[in-house]
């Protein structure tokens, strides 16, 4: 099992910057590729990020190339997302999730997740 716990939501102004972390316990997390997924009020969960194990491997969702960065420290079991340039479009729970095997953007592929934290982006 993986035991994973987001945080560095919170309110912003809109081309203001965040940091999400995702901590990770459990088994050893270097071996999971990581992702970051968002859901806003009334919509579907998304796709934004994800990340290999080694992270040699990165996809973005188009709405947030350039603007977003996720990367990964293996030595502190945790996945981060930098968010520049945000945009109200942004405001959404933003969460972490992990899987055995390589990056994906296909949430179905994720076997453990967290709680989720806020994100809101004013304008």
């Known amino acids: 099992q993986v035991q994973l716990v987001e945080s560095g939501g919170g309110l912003v102004q809109a081309g203001g910057s965040l940091t999400l972390s995702c901590a990770a316990s459990?088994?050893?997390?270097?071996?999971?590729?990581g992702g970051w997924f968002r859901q806003a009020p009334g919509k579907e969960r998304e796709f934004v990020a994800t990340?290999?194990?080694?992270?040699?491997?990165?996809y973005y969702t188009n709405s947030v190339k350039d603007r977003f960065t996720i990367s990964r420290d293996n030595a502190k079991n945790t996945v981060y997302l930098r968010m520049n340039s945000l945009k109200p479009e942004d405001t959404a729970v933003y969460y972490c999730?992990?899987?055995?095997?390589?990056?994906?953007?296909?949430?179905?592929?994720?076997?453990?997740w967290g709680q989720g934290t806020q994100v809101t982006v004013s304008s």
């Open positions: 999730a992990a899987r055995r095997g390589t990056a994906s953007s296909d949430s179905i592929q994720y076997n453990y």
């Open positions: 459990g088994r050893t997390f270097s071996n999971y590729a």
């Open positions: 990340i290999s194990w080694s992270s040699r491997t990165t």
